[in-house]
């Protein structure tokens, strides 16, 4: 069985990282033969969608199950349209999360654990290593330019009590705004593939938005964030199956909770 651990690290003996949409890295794992890939996560720059874009790539790699500190309830739903599993709560080291996992000490759990944009800017709740954030972490993507969720981690958020970091200098500046900038190009290159892949006459989305129109108010915000132009409004808004990727792009964007992800029948 192919599972997915959040980690902070590209290898089986780094520490499961609480965050998911936002984690470092993604540890793929065969529990049979306990091979592993390790996926360096392209949505750690996203301002928002970072969770919904994660668990799209979770769902492309075809795990079964995914084993995180928290998860947030857009990834949530595009876990459940794509039949994976979620498992929350984890802790410690990859390694010994396979093992248990394998020894059948986890529950699937029913729903998302935390809200929307849960540690978007934060620190991971449990190993209080930095990604960057609004200023606070030390390191690349310190406190600088993009902000939230910028940067290359490992900045450690300072304690009570110790001292304050002295200002970043210009070089660690600009090494800041080349790994934003390197970050960026990768996100870029995800959507450019991305709408690549839905104008593929090969490619059959398995997943697709919808609308809920006691909610929607037809304000038109999820039109521009859709890659395919999938979304019209008429007065309420209304998505074209024939060109819907089910990127879930359009989620976050929406600011009555009126758009989810299922999948198609
Ligand atoms: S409507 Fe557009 S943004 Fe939303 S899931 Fe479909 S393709 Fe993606
Ligand atoms: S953003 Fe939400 S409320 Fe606004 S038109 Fe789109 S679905 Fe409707």
């Not at 802790?91 to 996992?101: A, E, H, M, T, Y």
């Not at 304000?219 to 209304?238: F, H, K, S, W, Y």
Request: net charge neutral; aromatic share 4%.
């Amino acid at each position: 069985m192919k599972i997915a651990i959040t980690s902070m690290g590209p290898t089986l003996d780094d520490r499961v990282e609480a965050r998911f949409g936002r984690c470092p890295y993604f540890v793929i794992i065969d529990t049979e033969s306990m091979r592993f890939e390790a996926i360096e996560n392209p949505n750690t720059a996203l301002g928002g969608g970072a969770g919904i874009q994660s668990a799209q790539l979770m769902a492309e790699k075809d795990v079964r199950a995914i084993l995180t500190g928290n998860c947030g309830p857009n990834a949530f739903q595009v876990f459940r349209a794509a039949g994976v599993e979620v498992i929350v709560g984890m802790s410690g080291l990859v390694r010994d999360v396979v093992d248990r996992f394998k020894r059948g000490e986890f529950s699937t759990t029913a729903e998302a654990n935390v809200p929307s944009h849960f540690g978007m800017g934060a620190s991971s709740p449990v190993s209080g290593q930095g990604m960057g954030g609004m200023g606070s972490g030390r390191g690349m993507g310190g406190g600088r330019g993009m902000g939230r969720g910028m940067g290359m981690g490992m900045g450690r958020m300072p304690e009570a009590g110790s001292p304050v970091h002295p200002p970043v200098s210009p070089e660690e500046d600009l090494e800041s705004l080349r790994a934003q900038t390197r970050a960026l190009e990768e996100q870029l290159k995800l959507i450019h593939d991305r709408i690549a892949g839905s104008t593929d006459p090969n490619f059959s989305p398995k997943l697709i938005a919808v609308v809920d129109l006691m909610k929607c108010t037809g304000c038109g915000l999820c039109v521009d964030p859709c890659p395919t132009r999938a979304i019209t409004i008429n007065e309420q808004a209304e998505i074209l199956a024939s060109r819907c990727n089910g990127c879930a792009l359009c989620l976050a964007a929406c600011p009555e909770d009126a758009l989810s992800i299922r999948a198609r029948r």
